[in-house]
T-cell receptor, first 115, second 116 residues
Framework: NAGVTQTPKFRVLKTGQSMTLLCAQD?????MYWYRQDPGMGLRLIHY???????AKGEVPDGYNVSRLKKQNFLLGLESAAPSQTSVYFC??????????????FGAGTRLSVL | AQSVTQLGSHVSVSEGALVLLRCNYS??????LFWYVQYPNQGLQLLLK??????LVKGINDFEAEFKKSETSFHLTKPSAHMSDAAEYFC??????????????FGQGTILTVHP
């Protein structure tokens, strides 16, 4: 019963390098989300997806791209990493819909440092 | 638009003492409200949720929260703190409308320290 799995767990990049963070869920959830967590700022939504093949911008999308080619996977890409993107990244998934059962389940996070 | 304010970035209590973590929200529609807990180096885990049923909500590990519409608050309490409660706690709000796509707005977080 894996739930939401994020890879990698840690990564160090140099400024200008690119990388992709992978999120996989095994709960057949429709909605998936990428957040970043910075001290004193809570979690802020980067991008989200309400179904396979769809993506939308969240609160802080600049410098990131996403893809949802398969329902169970949601990829977050950094094309040219900047030190301001040093953060902890969390992926979440949920059933979808407007009701009270639309609860988000989170992965364990990816710690990214950009030097 | 919706927002969440958690009063106090750090709260310190003694083991066995009452835990009170404060959360106030603003929302243009009747909200769904959540408390999540994050233990060190882990993801967020749902503690409890308010979804317009009972205003007093019970969660895991003896935590509970009361939705007070007149005060726009959803404070988290636990009668007796345990060392294992030391963690960071996040309050979050979600609009009940379909166009919200389940998006959560989080507060800044409150770090709870429990002293022996």
């Amino acid at each position: 019963n894996a739930g939401v799995t994020q890879t990698p767990k840690f990564r160090v990049l140099k400024t200008g390098q690119s990388m992709t963070l992978l999120c996989a869920q095994d709960m057949n959830h429709e909605y998936m989300y990428w957040y970043r967590q910075d001290p004193g700022m809570g979690l802020r939504l980067i991008h989200y997806s309400v179904g396979e093949g769809t993506t939308a911008k969240g609160e802080v999308p600049d410098g990131y791209n996403v893809s949802r080619l398969k329902k169970q996977n949601f990829l977050l890409g950094l094309e040219s990493a900047a030190p301001s993107q040093t953060s902890v990244y969390f992926c979440a998934s949920s059933l979808g819909g407007a009701g009270g059962q639309n609860i988000q389940y989170f992965g364990a996070g990816t710690r990214l440092s950009v030097l | 638009a919706q927002s969440v304010t958690q009063l106090g970035s750090h709260v310190s209590v003694s083991e066995g003492a009452l835990v009170l973590l404060r959360c106030n929200y603003s929302s243009s529609v009747p909200p769904y409200l959540f408390w999540y807990v994050q233990y060190p180096n882990q993801g967020l885990q749902l503690l409890l949720k308010y979804t317009s049923a009972a205003t007093l909500v019970k969660g895991i590990n003896d935590f509970e929260a009361e939705f007070k519409k007149s005060e726009t608050s959803f404070h988290l309490t636990k009668p007796s703190a345990h060392m294992s409660d030391a963690a960071e706690y996040f309050c979050a709000v979600r609009g009940a409308g379909g166009t919200s796509y389940g998006k959560l707005t989080f507060g800044q977080g409150t770090i709870l320290t429990v002293h022996p």
